[in-house]
């Protein structure tokens, strides 16, 4: 009985040796393809994908999803972020594909068409995946910026181009805490929200509604919508610009604003510091931010901005404009 087992483990033994050697033959030898336009076969795919998707779920299973993902502050807070970090790959609404999309093997999942599981979604924004373009987040964003992405994945399928712009011009820009990014020092005057340009906007949730009207005319203008913008002015708004000064809404539209939404068409604005206060019926928000102008002279330039409003019955209306810029 004794010798029938050990002659089985010794077979196993010159097995398993002849298999690790055909192995490292085989990846001496450099045939397997690996280069990303050529695909596993079909059952190094399947493998490959069940290692990867056993792992996350595994993982994902101990985590603690907050309850409050469906928020639009978490919503609105992740767009900005998605637009900066994640759509190159991963694509959104209304784009038709990108070089990177393109090229990457295993290909990014358009996320503006596919749901992901929360916890999962969690999971791989944060630690990335190996051997795929999927860079570990974790290592620049705090989880609490993650699960405003994971918030902002959750509500991505349902939105179309102009509904996803719209978020993301809302939106604080490009901007998350991150280990490694504060590093700076002066704690005092800055937000510990730092990361590159963007600081997480200071907006108290009574700016909230004053601020949104501040981004729905700035999204107007990019997007030519004359009209749209010219709802949001009061009648007897003063626009200071450039040194000189319009002493109406009538004054501003029929000349400026053409300017204006000419040169904005289509820009890239994104918002890097913002501050609101209200008192009462009245409203500030200061802006600072960068504009990247693809219209009649394609041109970057910084841009400050502060808007008065007034609360008219329930509605927020602008009633003094203050603009400057310097180019970059
Ligand atoms: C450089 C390209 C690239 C960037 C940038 C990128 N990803 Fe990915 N991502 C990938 C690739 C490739 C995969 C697929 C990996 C795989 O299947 O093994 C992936 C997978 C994922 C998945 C898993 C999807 C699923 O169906 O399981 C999620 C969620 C995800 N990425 C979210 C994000 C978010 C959020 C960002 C921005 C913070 C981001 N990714 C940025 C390339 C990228």
């Known amino acids: 009985m004794a010798m029938t087992g050990n002659r089985f483990l010794l077979g196993f033994a010159v097995g398993l040796i002849i298999a690790i050697g055909a192995l490292a033959a085989f990846a001496w030898s450099g045939v397997y393809g690996i280069g990303a336009d050529d695909p596993h076969s079909r059952p190094v795919s ?58 990457l093997y295993p290909a990014p999942p358009r996320l503006d068409v596919a749901r992901v599981d929360a916890a999962q979604a969690f999971w791989v924004v944060k630690h990335g995946i190996k051997a795929s373009g999927m860079p570990a987040w974790g290592k620049s964003m705090n989880d609490e910026y993650i699960w405003n992405m994971v918030a ?75 009209g749209k913008a010219k709802l949001l002015l009061d009648p007897r708004v003063i626009v200071l610009e450039a040194g000189g000064a319009q002493r109406s809404r009538e ?38 931010s960068t504009i990247h102008a693809h219209g009649d ?9 502060t808007m008065v409003l007034e609360r008219k019955g329930n509605a927020w209306r602008i009633v003094q404009i203050h603009w400057s810029s310097q180019e970059r």
């Open 46 to 103: 399947a493998f490959l994908a069940s290692v990867r998707d056993r792992a996350v779920r595994a993982r994902a299973a101990k985590l603690e999803v907050p309850r409050d993902l469906s928020s639009e502050v978490r919503i609105r807070q992740g767009a900005g972020n998605y637009d900066a970090m994640c759509a190159t790959c991963h694509l959104s609404p209304g784009s038709s594909g990108s070089e990177l999309n393109r090229g």
């Open 152 to 226: 902002f994945l959750g509500a991505l399928p349902g939105l179309d181009a102009g509904q996803y712009q719209t978020l993301v011009a809302a939106s604080g820009g490009h901007s998350h805490d991150g280990q490694g990014t504060d590093d700076h020092g002066d704690h005092e005057h800055r937000s510990p929200d730092h990361h590159d340009e963007a600081e997480l906007p200071d907006v108290p949730e009574a700016a909230r509604d004053a601020v949104a009207v501040v981004d729905a005319f700035g999204t107007a203008l990019v997007a030519g919508d004359l």
């Open 251 to 288: 004054e501003y539209m029929s000349d400026h604003a053409v300017a204006d939404a000419r040169f904005l068409r289509g820009a890239h604005v994104q918002v890097t510091r913002r501050i609101a206060r209200t008192g009462g019926d009245m409203a500030w928000v200061a802006t600072e």
């Open 297 to 305: 002279k394609p041109a970057s330039s910084l841009s400050t901005e």
